[in-house]
């Protein structure tokens, strides 16, 4: 069966015309990001040329995906919306709070346990407001959003920043906040600047141990964390015919880990084939039909220079495996240069244990090369020096494995199988070590290893590769193994090779699945009741935030200057903390206690004015709030990186913290601070960010002629009696101005959306 059925036929029926029409007024051939993002703007009557990097644009996205950390928020704030349904199919996929322990046949029941009020919340707001709902186990949320949902063509927005992971079938799939996501679910234009496009010129084909996870891990040691900021990166050449569709998808994945809008690539045979082995011939067919318009123009492709602002020539021939960290996804390590690199960098050799899977890699493709390098191992008598541990994509990815031997392969080594969900990724695993404080290294299919993510530990170094080379460093036990090239000594005492891995795109008998979890979107709602216990720890009803008083903010005190990297994970930490993302007050007691205090090195310990005492970051902020004192927040450069997790935003803003100053911002996290009210400025001279004191009164002035493109003013009044006073820079429009006005998105599109 093809989900949203009616809604697809509507869209292709348009599209080509839609995009030949963007074509005549721009007088030009487009890219095919172009295309997809022009077919899609809120009203049609406003097409015109949209400056990239200039012009805010209104766009109308086909459908919503959100996962369970998230949904709460995001549903928790579209109840407040006063809608009766959505106003486009969407999603919610319970993936991130099911924790990694000792194996899903536990740790399943026992999710569903501990997280009943959730699932049970989660549940019911879906079946009151017209959403489809996948139930714990039923698997990872992009990887179920790209065999289900996923369209070439197609625009989607999803709670979740590695939601680009659709761009493999073709989608302009972006990571938004909640709030952003309610946008689209109450129908109100989605706004997005209009991103920058990179082209990716594809040559060559992989080869040896190479992968797509490669490709992405070799763009971003090219790229960094900040290199695609507010940019699409767009892929073509005769290299991506090279690339399975799930290949891709890894790609545009961790493309989120440049700091990009999303990634895209074509239309072709292989994303035809994908449609049609996961039950979608009917949408490969309307795709054929329009098949010349998802792709770039072809005078794109014979001058790329003059269409993308930006272009990477990439020979897929020569790119080699890759293991990139510790602590950033950019720190880009050829697999050759490790022998050298890791003794000098005094990395832990010992790789103690490998993990397979999540968003990224968790496909049958993945675990099926995985399991042919399992098999190896078990063939030549080789015994696996580090843990082994897997998380499948999805209850289908799962039971098709299973019924392929690819399970009992990866068992068979000491593979321990988790649910098919997020876990370690995500740091939901129970890491069942004597000492989480001890130096060690892991080695990961994931996408992110900032420190403590995984397991909580600051000095476990993760790194990145492909799910193959994983269970390769898993048998050998070292991160300097080279399989291409190193023996390993077996059980006989015999020098053996590992041979190159082997898998199937596809399983030969086709996918298969008993049950895939999924609870499709109910028609009869109206006496359906929203399930929050008044006495819950893990569910509060919202409550919306004050619009601006009109005056200007003045003498608020420090509340943390932070130093260095400074994410999502360390504004709002994951792990232990999930289980509070449906309530932001509990989950406000975690604030910002990953980052360090520039004026300590220290992480959750700061000066409160008040007392004098140094304290947990949420601790002095609550002070200041009990006392009807506003705060600031001063910070470096990319603050917010990693991922779409609004709470970071929401809760500085429910502890009266007005203003975030930074070097520059992550642009999902920018978006966030906007959206629930807050100022997001930048200081135009970054080096005025050495004047901030610890005991600093901090003004900001100007509000009254808050303006688009017209700096505000910062004052700093040290202890000492002197002042230092300058601008500091702002992307507000006129609409995010009136949302910090109105003292949210949300109370703005109240006023006028209703």
């Not at 459908?63 to 928790?76: K, P």
């Not at 067919?285 to 003059?306: F, G, H, R, W």
Request: glycine share 8%; aromatic share 8%; charged share 25%.
């Amino acid at each position: 069966m093809v989900l949203d059925i009616d809604m697809l036929r509507d869209f292709y029926s348009s599209y080509s015309e839609d995009v030949s029409n963007a074509k005549k007024v721009l007088g030009r051939p487009m890219t095919y990001a172009e295309k997809v993002l022009y077919a899609h703007l809120y009203d049609k009557k406003d097409l015109r040329t949209f400056n990239r990097l200039e012009d805010y644009v209104d766009f109308r996205p086909n459908r919503v995906a959100m996962q369970d950390a998230t949904a709460q928020m995001a549903l928790l704030q579209f109840m407040n919306a006063g809608k009766d349904r959505v106003a486009v199919p969407a999603t919610v996929h319970c993936d991130h709070l099911i924790k990694a322990d000792v194996g899903v046949a536990k740790d399943l029941p026992e999710a569903r346990k501990t997280n009943n009020e959730v699932y049970d919340f989660l549940q019911s707001v879906s079946k009151k407001y017209h959403i489809g709902f996948w139930a714990p186990g039923a698997g990872i949320i992009h990887q179920v959003v790209l065999e289900n949902y996923a369209f070439p063509g197609g625009m989607m927005v999803g709670t979740d920043s590695h939601t680009p992971n659709a761009g493999g079938l073709g989608m302009v799939a972006i990571g938004v906040g909640g709030a952003d996501a309610v946008d689209v679910l109450t129908g109100q234009p989605w706004e997005l600047k209009m991103p920058r496009l990179i082209g990716v010129h594809l040559t060559g084909k992989l080869n040896g141990w190479a992968s797509p996870k490669d490709v992405i891990l070799y763009i971003l040691g090219l790229l960094t964390v900040k290199g695609g900021t507010n940019a699409i990166l767009e892929y073509f050449g005769d290299g991506v015919s090279t690339l399975s569709a799930t290949g891709r998808a890894t790609i545009c994945n961790m493309g989120a880990e440049l700091g990009a809008t999303c990634s895209i690539f074509p239309f072709d045979k292989n994303t035809e084939e994908y449609l049609r082995q996961t039950g979608r011939g009917e949408v490969a067919d309307m795709a054929l039909k329009n098949a010349k318009e998802l792709e770039a123009d072809a005078d794109v492709y014979d001058s790329p220079d003059k269409y993308y602002d930006q272009v990477l020539e990439i020979n897929l021939s020569e790119i080699e495996p890759h293991l990139n960290g510790p602590f950033t996804p950019d720190a880009a390590t050829p697999l050759s240069e490790m022998k050298a690199k890791g003794p000098r960098e005094d990395y832990p050799m010992t790789v103690e244990v490998g993990l397979i899977g999540s968003c990224t890699n968790s496909s049958y493709e993945d675990l099926s090369k995985a399991a042919s390098v399992a098999r190896q191992a078990k063939a030549k008598h080789l015994k696996v020096k580090a843990q082994l541990i897997i998380n499948p994509g999805s209850e289908q990815i799962y039971y098709t494995a299973k019924r392929d031997g690819i399970i009992d392969d990866l068992e068979s080594i000491g593979g321990v199988i988790m649910t098919n969900a997020c876990g370690p990724c995500i740091g939901q695993w129970n890491r069942h070590t004597d000492d989480n404080n001890r130096k060690n290294a892991i080695v990961t299919s994931f996408n992110r290893n900032f420190r403590r993510r995984a397991d909580g530990n600051p000095n476990t170094f993760a790194f990145i590769g492909s799910p193959e080379l994983t269970v390769a460093l898993a048998i050998a036990g070292r991160l300097d193994f080279d399989p291409a090239h190193d023996l390993l000594v077996n059980e006989d005492g015999k020098a053996v090779r590992l041979d190159e891995p082997k898998g199937d795109v596809f399983p030969p008998r086709g996918f298969d699945v008993d049950d895939k979890g999924f609870i499709p979107p109910t028609e009869n709602t109206g006496d359906v009741e929203v399930i929050i216990s008044p006495t819950s720890n893990r569910l509060q009803k919202l409550e919306p935030f004050p619009a601006w008083d009109g005056k200007d903010y003045t003498d608020m005190p420090l509340l943390i200057k932070t130093q260095g990297k400074c994410t999502t994970d360390h504004i709002s930490m994951a792990g232990p903390w999930l289980k509070y993302r449906g309530h932001l007050e509990n989950i406000s007691n975690n604030l910002l206690m990953g980052a360090v205090n520039a004026f300590n090195g220290e992480s959750n310990k700061v000066k409160d004015r008040l007392d004098g005492q140094y304290k947990e970051v949420s601790s002095a902020a609550k002070d200041y709030k009990a006392h009807g004192i506003n705060s600031i927040v001063v910070a470096e450069d990319n603050y917010g990186e990693g991922s779409s997790r609004e709470h970071a935003a929401m809760e500085p803003r429910f502890l009266n913290v007005k203003v975030v100053l930074a070097k520059s911002f992550a642009r999902i996290h920018e978006t966030n601070l906007k959206k629930q009210g807050m100022l997001a400025l930048t200081f135009v001279n970054k080096d005025d960010y050495d004047k901030v004191q610890e005991d600093d009164l901090i003004s900001v002035t100007g509000l009254k002629d808050f303006a688009p493109g017209r700096p505000l003013t910062v004052e700093f009044k040290h202890a000492d009696g002197s002042t230092d006073k300058f601008l500091a820079n702002h992307t507000y429009n006129q609409t995010q101005i009136d949302w910090f006005k109105a003292g949210s998105a949300l109370n703005y599109a109240k006023k006028h959306y209703n």
